[in-house]
Nanobody, 124 residues
Framework: QVQLVESGGGLVQAGGSLRLSCAAS????????MGWFRQAPGKEREFVAA????????YYADSVKGRFTASGDNAKNTVYLQMDSLKPEDTAVYYC?????????????????WGQGTQVTVSS
């Protein structure tokens, strides 16, 4: 099992920045890709970004490309999502997720472990 705990959410004005953190514990050696998803009220959970756990490849949803940056610190078993130029439409609960798959998983079903989520609210 892998346990994931997110932190760093909050309220920010449009144009501002936030950095989310996700601390992983447990059988992290079985994890190959770390992802970020979000779910706005009344909408389905959607892919935001992901990063290879030990590799350097990152990939993003088109809606956040150029504004969000996924990174990680293997020594701390922690991944981050730096969110800049935030927009009101970025308002959602953000979830960290871990996948045992290589490559570029993006589907919810491709991720095996999930955090509890952290609220991000962007005011206009």
């Amino acid at each position: 099992q892998v346990q994931l705990v997110e932190s760093g959410g909050g309220l920010v004005q449009a144009g501002g920045s936030l950095r989310l953190s996700c601390a992983a514990s447990g059988r992290t050696f079985s994890t190959y890709t770390m992802g970020w998803f979000r779910q706005a009220p009344g909408k389905e959970r959607e892919f935001v970004a992901a990063k290879g756990w030990t590799g350097g490849h990152t990939y993003y949803a088109d809606s956040v490309k150029g504004r969000f940056t996924a990174s990680g610190d293997n020594a701390k078993n922690t991944v981050y999502l730096q969110m800049d130029s935030l927009k009101p439409e970025d308002t959602a609960v953000y979830y960290c997720a871990a996948s045992r798959r290589f490559g570029y998983p993006e589907l919810l079903t491709e991720f095996d472990y999930w955090g509890q989520g952290t609220q991000v609210t962007v005011s206009s």
